[in-house]
């Protein structure tokens, strides 16, 4: 096992099952995300949670700009991890852009994924008129980013680190550190341009692993347009539209996200049992 | 809504956790020139511009949802009239009458966003710069060594020309103007501090005739072991030159009339008594110290001289210059 890569991606294992659940979280967060649906596998499953290099606890020193400015770079952050733990047809669970880095990595390596649930996926967030409403014009987008700057939670980890070279006032940095999404603002904002300049509408005809796509209702990130023409395009996926609103359904709705998960995957392994 | 909530110099807003507007106070309302009805009971994406909308889901629903609180967030909101309004908030969750609450409340930062912005765009610059710099140092960094390994370069070959230039090709010793240089020097400082040196002219005897009678090739092979030989005799601080055709210079440093004659008398023992395993040849040597007053020709013209009669004695001999003349007063 490699202790680099589980260091670096700051990888959290439990639960007592033997087969893999990985839980990817979205743009700019931490596996804290996870928090209210992960804990319902630990039963069955082995849970496998982690940080994107940049964000959460994970190393910040692994970081490169040139790697991380394609989101082929988590992905291989994903890979990396399904080696260092030997896993094999695991499932995957990926919030948002998370979603996306899942499948990205199920293309290189199609075997370590046995399903791909991705919860308000977006391959392409902007508009490509006419055949694609990916939901923002490009000066919206913009705006995103300069408000993720204007915003101290991008400069928490920032200023955290300014703080603690700062010995008097030691009660600042801590209550940083503990901020929830503290992400460096240089990494953020690669980040979101890797996500939100991305376009990998070509690359979901190549995806074979089955998957699972929860589109939230009136979800303003991933409009339900977008939900459908990935089902549209992705192979053997299953679509399904929650009563949850907004983007993060795994905190708003964890139950129905959880129902909705569970019913998916124990359809598929009766599936399985039957045709066995 | 009570009255100091309604009027305090500060947006407020409760939204139940679908986003539903519960409460929003008039201070708000009129920030966004809105009328109570045409929110009260709506979702608050009528007033978050896109990017809010999607910054929002992003940022602050995570944040309220996990920490129960937002401080400080930056958002812009947008008024009846779309236009942007950006705002400071800080927002709380918690449960009121059995529901889950959203409290918000909101400054307007018109100003401070003007301000910051200008930052922002300061900080890009600096950025910009830094990178600029960055790449600008790591070039000329590059550029240095290269101009380092040129210079090296060249130092080498011109220590090498350097060499060439006052080296003899065949002999491998000195060159004449080697020689001649060197003995402007000696001349200098004899003048300066009185330190004496001594000159040999060297010929080999017959040499012509080696030539003759064994070719050129033999006469360059004579030339160049005479060279090996001269230098093995010589002290470091001697100057051995080819001053040219079968003759050759020896300038010895500090050295006076008899140590130079015991030194041209060792060296034409030595090429006496050396078997070359080539025609046998034996040399005639000229020697003149320095005098005070003294000139680079006058020297040079001595020792000739000295070389002169050595030839005419006989040669394979030894002549000094002041013998010369001595001997010039006795006869």
Redesign the interface.
Same mark, same amino acid.
């Given at each position: 096992m490699d202790q680099n890569i589980l260091f670096r991606n700051n990888v959290n294992i439990t639960g007592k099952g033997s087969k893999a659940i990985l839980f990817a979280p #979205? *743009? #700019? !967060?931490d596996q +804290?995300?996870w928090?209210m649906v992960a804990p319902f596998f630990e039963e069955h499953f082995r849970v496998i949670l982690f940080d994107y290099v940049g964000s959460g606890k994970s190393d910040y020193n692994a970081y490169s700009p040139s790697k991380y400015s394609d989101l082929k770079g988590y992905a291989q952050d994903v890979l990396d991890i399904c080696d260092a733990l030997n896993l094999k047809e695991a499932v995957f669970v990926g919030h948002s852009v998370g979603g996306i880095i899942g499948m990205l990595a199920s293309i290189q390596e199609p075997d370590r994924f046995e399903h791909l649930i991705m919860i308000g996926p977006s391959p392409c967030y902007l508009n490509d008129p006419p055949n694609y409403s990916g939901g *923002?014009v490009k000066g @919206?987008?913009e705006?995103?980013i @300069? =408000? =993720? @700057? =204007? +915003?101290?939670?991008g400069w928490a980890n920032y200023l955290s680190q300014v703080i603690m070279k700062n010995p008097d006032r030691p009660e600042l940095s801590q209550e940083l550190e503990e %901020? *929830? !999404?503290s992400t460096d603002p240089t990494v953020a904002r690669d980040f979101a341009i890797a996500t939100f300049f991305s376009d990998h509408r070509e690359d979901l005809k190549m995806v074979t692993v089955p998957s699972l796509i929860l589109q939230c209702s +009136?979800? %303003?990130?991933a409009p339900i347009e977008v939900g459908e023409y990935m089902h549209r395009t992705l192979s053997e996926s299953t679509f399904s539209l929650m009563k949850a609103?907004?983007? !993060?359904p795994h =905190? %708003?709705h964890p139950e129905e996200t959880i129902r909705l998960i569970s019913d998916y995957l124990t359809t598929s392994y009766a599936g399985c049992i039957s045709n066995g | 809504m009570d009255e100091q909530l309604n009027f305090a110099p500060c947006g407020y807003l409760s939204l139940d956790d679908d986003g539903t507007i519960l409460a929003i106070n008039e201070t708000l309302l009129n920030l966004l020139g809105h009328n109570l009805h045409e929110l009260q009971g709506k979702h608050i994406d009528l007033i978050l511009s896109n990017a809010s909308r999607s910054f929002s889901q992003l940022y602050f629903f995570p944040m309220i949802r996990l920490q129960k609180k937002v401080e400080e967030m930056y958002i812009s909101l947008k008024s009846k009239t779309d236009e942007e309004i950006p705002i400071l908030l800080n927002a709380c969750r918690h449960e009121r009458n059995g529901k889950m609450c959203n409290d918000y409340i909101c400054v307007p930062m018109k100003r401070r966003y003007e301000y910051e912005q200008a930052l922002l765009t300061v900080k890009k610059e600096t950025d910009s710069c830094n990178q600029l710099k960055k790449k600008q140092i790591a070039e000329l960094d590059l550029l240095r060594l290269e101009l380092e390994s040129k210079q090296n370069e060249l130092l080498e070959l011109n220590e090498k020309l350097q060499t060439l230039a006052v080296t003899d090709g065949l002999t491998g010793l000195k060159n004449r103007r080697y020689f001649q240089e060197n003995l402007t020097l000696n001349v200098a400082l004899h003048r300066k501090r009185l330190e004496p040196f001594s000159l040999l002219l060297i010929d080999i005897d017959h040499f012509k005739s080696i030539n003759d009678n064994f070719g050129h090739m033999m006469g360059d092979k004579i030339l160049e072991e005479f060279g090996r030989l001269l230098k093995d005799e010589s002290r470091t601080n001697d100057i051995a030159a080819r001053y040219g055709g079968e003759e050759f210079a020896l300038i010895l440093p500090n050295i006076d009339k008899s140590g130079a004659l015991k030194i041209a008398e060792g060296i034409r023992l030595h090429v006496e008594n050396t078997n070359w395993n080539l025609p046998n040849i034996t040399i005639s040597i000229g020697v003149a110290t320095s005098s005070s007053n003294d000139t680079e020709s006058a020297i040079q013209l001595r020792a000739d001289r000295a070389l002169y009669t050595s030839k005419n004695r006989g040669r394979n001999q030894v002549t000094h210059a002041s013998d010369l003349i001595r001997s010039l007063f006795t006869d």
């Open positions: #979205g *743009f #700019g !967060c +804290n995300m928090r *923002f @919206e987008l705006a995103l @300069e =408000m =993720m @700057e =204007m +915003n101290y939670i %901020s *929830f !999404c +009136n979800d %303003s990130i609103t907004g983007h !993060c =905190m %708003s | -």
